[in-house]
Protein backbone atom coordinates (compact mmCIF):
# COMPACT_ATOMS: atom_id res chain seq x y z
CA UNK A 1 0.00 0.00 0.00
CA UNK A 2 1.34 3.38 -1.04
CA UNK A 3 1.72 6.00 2.12
CA UNK A 4 -1.58 7.85 0.03
CA UNK A 5 -3.55 5.48 0.16
CA UNK A 6 -2.14 4.35 3.81
CA UNK A 7 -2.93 7.83 4.79
CA UNK A 8 -6.59 8.14 3.11
CA UNK A 9 -7.44 4.97 4.78
CA UNK A 10 -6.16 5.77 8.32
CA UNK A 11 -8.01 9.20 8.07
CA UNK A 12 -11.31 7.46 6.78
CA UNK A 13 -11.58 5.18 9.43
CA UNK A 14 -10.75 7.99 12.63
CA UNK A 15 -13.44 10.06 10.50
CA UNK A 16 -15.78 6.82 11.21
CA UNK A 17 -14.83 6.19 14.93
CA UNK A 18 -14.93 9.74 15.58
CA UNK A 19 -18.54 9.88 13.23
CA UNK A 20 -19.86 7.01 15.48
CA UNK A 21 -18.35 8.06 19.01
CA UNK A 22 -20.52 11.30 18.29
CA UNK A 23 -23.77 8.87 17.30
CA UNK A 24 -23.12 6.91 20.73
CA UNK A 25 -22.52 9.85 22.95
CA UNK A 26 -25.75 11.52 21.13
CA UNK A 27 -27.77 8.41 21.39
CA UNK A 28 -26.70 7.63 24.86
CA UNK A 29 -26.58 10.88 26.58
CA UNK A 30 -24.21 11.59 30.15
CA UNK A 31 -24.80 7.86 31.00
CA UNK A 32 -22.15 6.67 28.77
CA UNK A 33 -19.49 9.26 30.38
CA UNK A 34 -19.01 6.42 33.37
CA UNK A 35 -18.03 3.87 31.52
CA UNK A 36 -15.98 5.99 28.33
CA UNK A 37 -14.03 7.84 31.69
CA UNK A 38 -13.45 4.14 33.52
CA UNK A 39 -12.04 2.80 29.95
CA UNK A 40 -9.95 6.19 29.80
CA UNK A 41 -8.62 5.67 32.88
CA UNK A 42 -7.32 2.22 32.33
CA UNK A 43 -6.15 3.43 28.97
CA UNK A 44 -4.13 6.21 30.65
CA UNK A 45 -2.32 3.63 33.07
CA UNK A 46 -2.04 0.57 30.72
CA UNK A 47 -0.50 4.14 28.37
CA UNK A 48 1.77 4.80 30.81
CA UNK A 49 3.26 1.42 32.19
CA UNK A 50 4.14 0.60 28.43
CA UNK A 51 5.60 3.99 27.42
CA UNK A 52 8.95 2.80 27.62
CA UNK A 53 11.55 5.46 26.71
CA UNK A 54 9.07 7.71 25.02
CA UNK A 55 7.24 10.30 26.98
CA UNK A 56 4.95 8.65 29.77
CA UNK A 57 2.44 11.23 29.63
CA UNK A 58 1.70 11.21 26.14
CA UNK A 59 1.66 7.95 25.37
CA UNK A 60 -0.90 7.81 28.77
CA UNK A 61 -2.94 11.26 26.95
CA UNK A 62 -3.04 8.97 23.53
CA UNK A 63 -4.27 5.70 25.19
CA UNK A 64 -6.74 7.49 27.30
CA UNK A 65 -8.27 9.06 24.54
CA UNK A 66 -8.49 5.82 22.20
CA UNK A 67 -10.46 3.73 25.26
CA UNK A 68 -12.68 6.72 26.00
CA UNK A 69 -13.51 7.18 22.20
CA UNK A 70 -13.73 3.38 21.52
CA UNK A 71 -16.36 2.87 24.20
CA UNK A 72 -18.38 6.06 22.67
CA UNK A 73 -18.03 4.43 19.37
CA UNK A 74 -19.12 1.21 20.17
CA UNK A 75 -22.44 2.71 21.62
CA UNK A 76 -22.77 4.38 18.38
CA UNK A 77 -22.00 1.66 16.27
CA UNK A 78 -24.66 -1.06 18.37
CA UNK A 79 -27.48 2.07 17.60
CA UNK A 80 -26.74 1.39 13.59
CA UNK A 81 -25.46 -2.67 13.76
CA UNK A 82 -27.64 -4.09 16.85
CA UNK A 83 -26.36 -7.15 18.14
CA UNK A 84 -24.01 -7.36 14.77
CA UNK A 85 -21.56 -4.95 16.85
CA UNK A 86 -19.70 -8.01 17.66
CA UNK A 87 -19.14 -8.61 13.76
CA UNK A 88 -18.98 -4.97 12.57
CA UNK A 89 -16.39 -3.70 15.26
CA UNK A 90 -13.58 -5.83 14.26
CA UNK A 91 -14.09 -4.59 10.89
CA UNK A 92 -13.93 -1.13 11.80
CA UNK A 93 -10.88 -1.21 13.24
CA UNK A 94 -8.88 -3.68 10.77
CA UNK A 95 -8.07 -0.97 8.44
CA UNK A 96 -6.13 0.64 11.20
CA UNK A 97 -4.41 -2.80 12.46
CA UNK A 98 -3.55 -3.53 8.59
CA UNK A 99 -1.99 0.35 8.36
CA UNK A 100 -0.40 0.78 11.37
CA UNK A 101 3.04 2.40 11.55
CA UNK A 102 5.98 1.16 12.37
CA UNK A 103 7.56 3.23 14.79
CA UNK A 104 11.68 3.40 14.53
CA UNK A 105 13.27 4.37 16.94
CA UNK A 106 16.90 6.38 16.47
CA UNK A 107 19.48 4.92 17.77
CA UNK A 108 22.85 5.79 18.67
CA UNK A 109 26.10 4.20 16.75
CA UNK A 110 28.07 1.98 18.93
CA UNK A 111 31.62 4.17 19.52
CA UNK A 112 34.01 3.92 16.68
CA UNK A 113 37.29 1.48 17.66
CA UNK A 114 39.29 4.65 17.60
CA UNK A 115 37.25 5.66 20.87
CA UNK A 116 37.79 2.93 22.60
CA UNK A 117 41.04 2.97 22.23
CA UNK A 118 41.41 6.12 24.12
CA UNK A 119 39.86 4.20 27.19
CA UNK A 120 42.26 3.35 30.03
CA UNK A 121 42.29 -0.40 30.97
CA UNK A 122 39.99 0.76 33.79
CA UNK A 123 37.54 2.68 31.70
CA UNK A 124 37.10 -0.02 29.62
CA UNK A 125 36.05 -2.91 32.10
CA UNK A 126 33.72 -0.10 33.64
CA UNK A 127 32.25 0.11 30.30
CA UNK A 128 31.83 -3.39 29.87
CA UNK A 129 30.05 -4.18 32.90
CA UNK A 130 27.88 -0.71 31.72
CA UNK A 131 26.97 -2.51 28.63
CA UNK A 132 26.06 -5.26 30.30
CA UNK A 133 23.60 -3.47 32.42
CA UNK A 134 22.22 -1.89 29.55
CA UNK A 135 21.99 -5.17 27.59
CA UNK A 136 19.71 -6.90 30.55
CA UNK A 137 17.55 -3.89 30.68
CA UNK A 138 17.29 -3.53 27.08
CA UNK A 139 13.93 -3.52 25.90
CA UNK A 140 13.42 -3.67 22.22
CA UNK A 141 15.26 -5.17 18.88
CA UNK A 142 17.36 -1.90 18.33
CA UNK A 143 18.37 -1.58 21.79
CA UNK A 144 19.75 -4.95 21.55
CA UNK A 145 21.35 -5.14 18.28
CA UNK A 146 23.18 -1.48 19.68
CA UNK A 147 23.91 -2.89 22.75
CA UNK A 148 25.56 -5.91 20.95
CA UNK A 149 27.87 -4.21 18.43
CA UNK A 150 28.87 -1.69 21.40
CA UNK A 151 29.67 -4.98 23.41
CA UNK A 152 31.81 -7.03 20.19
CA UNK A 153 33.86 -3.93 19.45
CA UNK A 154 34.70 -4.04 23.11
CA UNK A 155 35.66 -7.53 23.04
CA UNK A 156 37.82 -6.44 19.68
CA UNK A 157 39.66 -3.82 21.62
CA UNK A 158 40.10 -6.27 24.72
CA UNK A 159 41.54 -8.72 22.58
CA UNK A 160 43.50 -6.50 20.59
CA UNK A 161 45.20 -4.88 23.97
CA UNK A 162 45.91 -8.37 25.75
CA UNK A 163 45.50 -11.36 23.08
CA UNK A 164 45.70 -14.00 25.86
CA UNK A 165 43.90 -12.14 28.38
CA UNK A 166 40.31 -12.54 26.39
CA UNK A 167 40.81 -16.00 26.63
CA UNK A 168 41.59 -16.40 29.96
CA UNK A 169 39.06 -14.33 30.48
CA UNK A 170 36.44 -16.60 28.80
CA UNK A 171 37.88 -19.57 30.92
CA UNK A 172 37.39 -17.87 34.01
CA UNK A 173 33.68 -18.07 34.28
CA UNK A 174 33.16 -14.08 34.87
CA UNK A 175 32.19 -14.18 30.85
CA UNK A 176 29.26 -11.95 30.54
CA UNK A 177 29.51 -9.48 33.80
CA UNK A 178 32.54 -10.28 35.32
CA UNK A 179 34.97 -7.53 36.14
CA UNK A 180 37.35 -7.71 32.77
CA UNK A 181 40.02 -5.31 34.73
CA UNK A 182 42.17 -8.11 36.15
CA UNK A 183 42.70 -9.68 32.16
CA UNK A 184 43.41 -6.33 30.91
CA UNK A 185 46.55 -5.79 33.49
CA UNK A 186 44.53 -3.04 35.27
Known amino acids: MTPAVTKIVRVGT ?6 LAALGLISTGAAIFVPAGVAAGIGAVVGWAVA ?7 VAMGAAAACGTAVLAIAGLAVLAGPATFVAAPAVVLPLLL ?24 QLARE ?20 CALRRCQLDEIDRRTPGGLQRWAESGAWLRGDSAPF ?3
Open 52 to 58: GQRTPSS
Open 14 to 19: WTLIGT
Open 128 to 147: WHTSYTALAAARDAGSLERI
Open 99 to 122: TRRKRVVPQAPAPAPSTLANLSDA
Open 184 to 186: LGG
